[in-house]
């Protein structure tokens, strides 16, 4: 077996390396010794100001998904996106710390600093290309995990159609753990099946895994740690009920989340206003109709609420009656399209989480004629209206825009996964996310 090399621990290589590249390179190759000289000649401000040109390009960079792995087999694709993406990351970069008064554009952008600047990007996104392709794809990626399983064929099997659902995309090996074999071997993992009934015999087995280093988890627990996800087949209706989000402990919590949403609620209808009347304008240009559309969801316990959203389907586009968007819509216009893709058409939801009826983090509010068809199929869907609705949620940053039943389901077991894990940090995290699905140009549209 092959090392396994983590997800995170990937990510955390390429940081790593493009951000050592985007140092160095133009050190070694460009400016030799006068790197630093020359940087300090292109702002007004030495240290200070050169350390926010480094903080907001990693910020940039991390939204744009610069630092996760391309997933294209095509390196000439590859090398194209990533050179665009450095030209985006580039122009934020530039256009803000000019704003902030931190670089002159005319010392920046000189005739013979351009071919200085083309050069390195393009070198950058070359080495960053090479490195991913035959490092990742020729070596550590087909590296696979081992896991050990406590339990029946049923279990693997399971296991393996749960992974398949949720398009899980690492290497996994799993094998059936024989009692009447000798412990001479050390997987990543131990699963104990969830119907599997331990007994005093099998303590020696779990202390030399233990000893040993090896994670060991029940087949629910270890399927919630591997996707952040708790599917509805492996729910566990006791933990589920007896989280900390279920007693008075979170209210403090909730308190200090209902704050945040006024607060930032608040900034970014302010912030937004002019690209909300611009996008209003488009619409209405576009067939002169309505611009705001006004929609029914269920809420916090099923109670109705009023959502407002910038119209991007054409006009009387259900008069056949509800219907789950899909894609090459032919009922969403072209500003539709737009607006949808960098979630413009959501920002008058803003008003809602203002009132209280929404929240800015939490299970995304779903039409009433949907749920009722959804509630009658899937089980514990109602769950998920124990938590107030959100603009975005965990299931929404995790899993790409659901028009179907079964999308349905495997975004539940997202949503039951925030609802039991509730945090500040959690939702911290979603709105990252959310920040760099939007900025990278991923929005609602169905796959």
Known sequence: MKLFISTKFQKIIIFIFTFICEILLPYLFIFKNDYIRTLKAFTKIDQPAIISLILFWIFLSYIRGRYSQIKSSNVLKNLILEFKELLIVSTFSTIIL????????????????????FLILISISLLKEIFISILFEKVLLKSSKKVLVIGNQKDVDSLKNVLKNYKYPKKINFELFNFNSELNIIPDQLIISNDYELDSNDNRVIQYFHLNGVQIFSKSKWVEYELNCIPVNLINTDKFLNSRNFSNYRDFELKIKRLGDIIVSLILIIITSPLVLIAAFLIWANDKGPVFYMQIRDGMFGKKIKI??????????????????????????????????????????????????????????????????????????????????????????????????????????????????????LDLLILFKTMRTVFSGRGSIPN
């Open 308 to 425: 407002i959203k910038l119209r991007s389907m054409i006009i009387d586009a259900e008069n056949d009656g509800a219907q789950w968007a899909k894609k090459n819509d032919n009922r969403i216009t072209s500003i539709g399209k737009i607006l949808r893709k960098s979630r413009i058409d959501e920002l008058p939801q803003l008003i809602s989480v203002l009132k209280g009826e929404m929240s800015l983090i939490g299970p995304r509010p779903e039409r009433p004629e949907f749920n009722t068809i959804l509630k009658g199929q899937i089980p514990y869907y109602g769950m998920r209206s124990l938590f107030k609705p959100g603009l975005s949620g965990w299931a929404q940053v995790n899993y790409p825009y659901g028009s179907s039943l079964s999308d349905s389901n495997n975004k539940l077991g997202y949503d039951l996964f925030y609802i039991c894990n509730y945090s500040l940090h």
């Open 98 to 117: 000019y704003f902030l008064k931190i670089i002159e554009l005319n010392k920046f952008f000189n005739y013979k600093n351009l071919p200085i600047i």
